[in-house]
């Protein structure tokens, strides 16, 4: 007994260690087998993974499979990671390589955007959750009007609060081309979000 409660403060003590570990030492671990570190990293990251994906594919169950692909991929390449990003601009990078891949092969987009899962963040009130949800759903409504690569881009910026050069990085082209998208994106959600009433964050 004592020497499996012994066991059991070691790995708690790597895990702790894990969780005060910056991503790209957590890849580096990885990339040796650390089993505790790839635990933390997904925990780190998987929701922010999944609803990048989900927003691309808009189909829950494809969105998790895609998910789990994406930190496969991580536990298999780690050693590839060459720090020229952030790891979460990596991971991103990854996840829309795999959610184009499977919206090429299921070739059609037109799925209501009701599918669409909203994680509420804990400590909400009622009145609160149903008030945000409310906004979302009109903005979601919204977003989903505007052309593949000005959703692409609301999403990468906004959603997941990514700079433009690192916006650049995840879909593969040159900043000014992420700045005129990011132009045209915002006028035009601006003027969708205002037909459905929503002046605030039309502002």
Known sequence: MPKV???NAAAQRDLIAAQATSDEALLQRIAEGGRTAMHTLYS???VRVYRF???MVRDTTTAEDLTSQVFL???RTASQFQGRSQV???LLSI???KALTALRQRRHEDIDQEEMLEIADEGETPEACLDRSTT???LRACVAKLSPAHREIINIVYYHEKSVEEAGLIIGIPQSTVKTRMFYARKQLADLLKVAGVESLAA
């Open 136 to 138: 979302s759903a009109i």
């Open 5 to 7: 409660v012994a066991i």
């Open 73 to 75: 991929d991580v536990w």
């Open 88 to 90: 979460s601009t990596w």
């Open 44 to 46: 780190r990251h998987h």
């Open 95 to 97: 996840a829309r390589f």
């Open 53 to 55: 994906v989900l927003r």
